[in-house]
């Protein structure tokens, strides 16, 4: 069956064509080898939402170098061109990263259906700035999307999340750290959950559960930058 892309999504796929010097059917080769869905050019995730993607791995190599001087691994990383750029917006403070991105997320359709985009909150609050607050507002402004940052906010737990390996430890510590600080009224809207990496997707199910349970919201739809390769 003959595979039909949108001018949109086609040129998304030859504007990164020509940033990695390839053709265009090696970018969809490469895609469709890795298993992305064909005609959105994404990884499915599952959870309790409606639907849920990836737009890429994060890391699509590492190469373990050894212990530093405080006996921790050091690995060298190969990331995706947008693995690259949230890491460069996220521990580079590189705010330059951000239009990078929202370029390379022009091809995908749909956004403009929800009501809302929603980022999932920080747990670092002395960043100085938000990388997933910076994404969401930038992709809302270029699709016409009200970005609600700060409606969910991550109260303390006593260390960053990620630092924990076992995802049912990590949905434990996660019990009710995430709640609704906004007063606004979005009961009965559809709304884009938007988060910069899919791990376990623990976080995810929590964030989507309190917006159904508290905030009353008819559909919430999952979308990320990247994932991991595996889900721990």
């Not at 170098?65 to 921790?72: A, D, R, S, T």
């Not at 995706?80 to 997320?105: D, F, M, W």
């Not at 999340?161 to 949905?171: F, G, M, Q, S, T």
């Amino acid at each position: 069956m003959a595979l039909r892309f949108s001018p949109d999504l086609l040129a998304a796929i030859d504007a990164m064509a020509g940033r990695r010097g390839m053709s265009r059917n090696a970018i969809i080769s490469y895609w469709c080898s890795k298993g992305v869905e064909s005609e959105l050019m994404r990884y499915k995730i599952e959870g309790n939402w409606k639907a849920g993607y990836a737009f890429d791995i994060h890391t699509v190599a590492s190469t373990y170098l050894g212990e530093n001087q405080f006996g921790h691994g050091v690995w060298d990383n190969t990331r995706s061109e947008i693995g690259e750029l949230v890491y460069q917006l996220k521990y580079r403070n590189n705010q330059a990263a951000t239009p990078k991105i929202i370029e390379i997320l022009k091809g995908l359709g749909g956004i403009e259906a929800f009501d809302f985009i929603i980022p999932v909150p920080s747990s670092k609050k002395n960043r100085p700035y938000q990388p997933v607050d910076e994404i969401a507002k930038a992709l809302g402004t270029q699709r016409g999307v009200p970005a609600l940052v700060n409606f969910l906010v991550k109260n303390a737990i006593g260390g960053e999340v990620k630092n924990i390996d076992d995802p049912a430890e990590r949905a434990k510590a996660l019990a009710g750290a995430i709640t609704i600080q906004s007063e606004q009224d979005i009961s009965g809207k559809r709304v884009l959950l938007l988060d910069d990496l899919y791990r376990s997707g623990v976080t995810l199910n929590i964030c989507c559960s309190v917006l159904y349970q508290n905030a009353k919201v008819s559909e919430v739809c999952v979308l990320t930058m990247t994932k991991t390769r595996s889900k721990r």
